[in-house]
Nanobody
Framework: QVQLVESGGGLVQAGGSLRLSCAVSGRTRSSYFMGWFRQAPGKERDFVAATTWSGDRIDYIDSVKGRFTISRDNAKNTVYLQMNSLKPEDTAVYYC???????????????WGQGTQVTVSS
């Protein structure tokens, strides 16, 4: 059973930066592809970025390309999301998730963290 624990959320002004961390325990084949999703109030949970543990496949949604960077530390079993040039529209609860395959749909990810709030003020 894969367990995911996010940290690093908070309140930041527009243009600022935050780094989210996702600590992974019980890593198995079901955590082949590690993703970050976000969900704003009243909206669906959306894919943000994802990576394999080898880094040979990395995906981003267009709206965060050039601003967000996903990375991983295999020795620490931790995945990061560095978020720069934050905008108010980035405000959401951010979730870490694990999938056994490359995917962007939430339904393909079988393990989820509890979420961490990111609030960007204008």
């Amino acid at each position: 059973q894969v367990q995911l624990v996010e940290s690093g959320g908070g309140l930041v002004q527009a243009g600022g930066s935050l780094r989210l961390s996702c600590a992974v325990s019980g890593r198995t084949r079901s955590s082949y592809f590690m993703g970050w999703f976000r969900q704003a109030p009243g909206k669906e949970r959306d894919f943000v970025a994802a990576t394999t543990w080898s880094g040979d496949r990395i995906d981003y949604i267009d709206s965060v390309k050039g601003r967000f960077t996903i990375s991983r530390d295999n020795a620490k079993n931790t995945v990061y999301l560095q978020m720069n040039s934050l905008k108010p529209e980035d405000t959401a609860v951010y979730y870490c998730a694990a999938s056994y395959r490359i995917a962007t749909m939430p339904a393909a990810f079988g393990s989820w963290g509890q979420g961490t709030q990111v609030t960007v003020s204008s």
